[in-house]
């Protein structure tokens, strides 16, 4: 394991098809100001909206609501939200929804009572939150970001063409509590479910393509990629089966909330790249990921080929008799391209909408991160882009 390190994730987690009975012991925790964030009306058409308010009401909170908050969230939302929850003087937030939700409900958070613009203090600059921040609960509807137990908020400006992730380093920003029933999640749309599927596998990549040494956090991983690898395939055959949608939400929670990383340098490209993708194209996150996750993959296996060769292995089944590193490798990646097309996952960029003329952009939108198996330099990220398209 690399270096010293803590580890504490205080998001208490209630899982399963009776969740959300432990709601109303966990409200009653916090005052009784409550602003219920939610997005576009999904929640209200398949009941989630009714159960979580006949709650709310029998614990006789005052509710003020945030609605309408949009797949990958943007900054003049979340300017409008923390004038409500302001005007409310809210105690507590109450997320319900999927990663853009929480995530948004986060920046509120940590807005609420800044007298900064949250834009640029906590993604221009970076900054921790120098205020007092409200305790977040989530009630998850959606499954691939990890939202619902790290301290993660990412928000798109899109007149700047910037969509910038923050993960506090304080770990109360992270949800208190979330509420996980496998079954709020067959409602979604099946592309919804197969992003949503291939950005947990990609969380747990980012997190294993670094570092030479026999780590612990990489054994993990690979065992939450083989469980992703199945039950993404068994919810991909048959959408309604409870157990692979189960096994998909517990595994989503595990693949980013700090668990992973402990110990261990990581990578982030894909997102990096994924994200000013988004920015351009406001694209659905987990497609951004998988457009692009190839030709990045192909570009760097060279300076990490051990370690793509050890994936193809223990995760892909790969026989490894007679075969040189690269060859090993090179089959892995073949493997992993089969699977994200059965899935039915976004390919390339046009798909998205991304053009040739948006390249330059893109790639200035990119933060470059030094974690993984090669720096890339902006003329890299471009020549990768170019591969995407
Ligand atoms: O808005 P509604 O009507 O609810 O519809 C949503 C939305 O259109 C729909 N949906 C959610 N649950 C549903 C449902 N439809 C039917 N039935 C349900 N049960 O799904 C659509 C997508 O929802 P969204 O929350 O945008 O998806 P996701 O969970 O993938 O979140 C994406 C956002 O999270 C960020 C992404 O960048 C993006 O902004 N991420 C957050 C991370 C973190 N906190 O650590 C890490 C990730 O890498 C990611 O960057
Ligand atoms: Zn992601």
């Known amino acids: 394991m690399l270096g010293n390190f803590s580890f504490c994730n205080p998001t208490k987690l209630y899982f399963g098809d009776q969740a959300l009975q432990n709601l109303g012991d966990e409200l009653d925790r916090y005052g009784k100001n409550v602003v219920l964030i939610y997005g576009g009306g999904s929640i209200k058409i398949n009941g989630i909206y009714d159960e979580v308010t006949a709650i709310l009401r029998e614990k006789g909170k005052a509710v003020a609501e945030i609605s309408g908050v949009m797949p990958n969230p943007t900054v003049d939302k979340l300017y409008e939200g923390v004038a409500i929850a302001r005007a409310h003087h809210a105690d507590f937030l109450l997320a319900v929804g999927g990663g853009s939700v929480c995530d948004y409900a986060k920046a509120v958070s940590v807005s609420v009572h800044c007298d900064e613009d949250p834009w640029d203090k906590y993604y221009l600059r970076f900054e921790e939150p120098t205020c007092e921040t409200l305790p977040v609960g989530c009630v998850l509807t959606m499954v691939g970001t990890g939202s619902e137990m790290n301290a993660g908020a990412v928000i798109t400006n899109p007149h700047a063409h910037l969509k910038i992730g923050h993960v506090f380093a304080d770990e109360k920003i992270m949800p208190k509590f979330a509420i996980l029933n496998p079954n709020y999640t067959l409602t979604l749309p099946h592309r919804q479910m197969a992003a949503g599927i291939y950005d947990i596998f990609n969380h747990i990549c980012e997190q294993y393509f670094s570092g030479e040494d026999d780590n612990t956090s990489d054994d993990l991983s690979e065992g939450l990629m083989r469980s992703v690898i199945d039950a993404g395939r068994a919810a991909n055959r048959d959408p309604q089966n409870y157990e692979a949608r189960s096994n998909l939400m517990w595994s989503a929670t595990w693949a980013l909330n700090t668990l992973l990383s402990r110990g261990k340098s990581t990578d982030w490209m894909v997102h990096m790249i994924g994200q000013s993708v988004g920015a351009y194209t ?108």
């Open 282 to 389: 406001n694209a659905t996150h987990g497609m951004t990921l998988s457009a692009v996750s190839l030709p990045y993959y192909r570009y760097i296996l060279p300076y990490g080929v051990k370690k793509f060769a050890r994936f193809a292995v223990r995760v892909w089944d790969v026989d490894p008799a007679d075969k040189s590193d690269e060859q090993i490798a090179g089959e892995g990646l073949a493997r992993m391209e089969s699977w994200m097309k059965e899935l039915g996952l976004a390919m390339n960029l046009r798909e998205l909408g991304a053009t040739e003329d948006m390249i330059d952009g893109i790639a200035d939108g990119t933060i470059l991160l030094t974690g993984g198996y090669k720096t890339l330099s902006r003329d890299e990220v471009v020549l990768i882009l170019k591969e995407c398209l």
